[in-house]
């Protein structure tokens, strides 16, 4: 039996029945919203954890530019030859530059972490500054004991990269951050081919090998947050 409406016209009994399928469909889906949860909640971590493209970006940079300056100063090879002093400050500024920004983009991001993750980042940080200052004082022992120029030219980046190499395979196990696990172990290779390649040919190994590394890496994470 027909309705009527109350203009008089016949009420279309469909209309109920498209009525209550879109109250059904308009029904909150747990699935979904679990869902939009996790994505919430993965935005979030996103944007208090540092952007490791970033740290890898300008950490590659220094070295790779850097190793290769001080590479074309020693031998006088390469399409821009530098003088020494030159290639030395190059560097020391590239280093310098990329250590203000990895401080102050870790320094904003972490502001709003509390707690566990908090301190684990912080022992992380001082586990950074106990492996360098134990990497400087080797270094100055070794000067002091009369080490020739070629031997600490070669041990000032192989140590360095031992200390990187090591705790960013701590860092990665601790995080199970598998790129920074891997990059860690591809810093020590670069680290025992910078040895192992002697004095000033190691200086050119680093800069493509360990700076080279790194820009990888960057990339890597890159093109993965993009196909993400």
């Given at each position: ?43 979030t ?25 001080l ?83 070669v ?14 395979l ?59």
């Amino acid at each position: 039996m027909s309705t009527s409406t109350p203009d008089g016209r016949e009420a279309d009994p469909r209309s109920a029945t498209d009525t209550g399928g879109r109250a059904e469909t308009g029904t909150a889906d747990p699935q979904e919203a679990l869902a939009l949860l996790r994505a919430e909640r993965t935005r979030t971590s996103r944007a208090l954890q540092p952007d490791a493209r970033l740290l890898y970006g300008v950490w590659g940079l220094a070295w790779l530019v850097g190793f290769v300056a001080l590479w074309t100063a020693t031998t006088g090879r390469g399409p821009l030859v530098l003088p020494g002093a030159v290639a030395e400050t190059t560097f020391g500024l590239l280093l310098a530059a990329a250590l203000v920004v990895t401080t102050v983009h870790v320094a904003r991001r972490s502001a709003g972490v509390r707690g566990a993750s908090a301190r684990q980042g912080a022992m992380y940080g001082w586990a950074w500054f106990l492996g360098f200052g134990l990497y400087f004082a080797v270094m100055a022992s070794a000067a002091d004991a009369g080490a020739s120029a070629g031997l600490l030219g070669v041990l000032a980046p192989a140590l360095a990269g031992l200390v990187v190499g090591l705790l960013y395979l701590s860092g990665g196990a601790m995080w199970q951050d598998r790129t920074m696990y891997t990059l860690g172990a591809w810093v020590l290779v670069a680290s025992a081919a910078d040895a192992l390649a002697g004095f000033p040919t190691n200086q050119l190994v680093m800069g493509l090998l360990g700076g080279g590394g790194f820009l990888v890496a960057a990339v890597v994470l890159h093109l993965r947050g993009r196909s993400a």
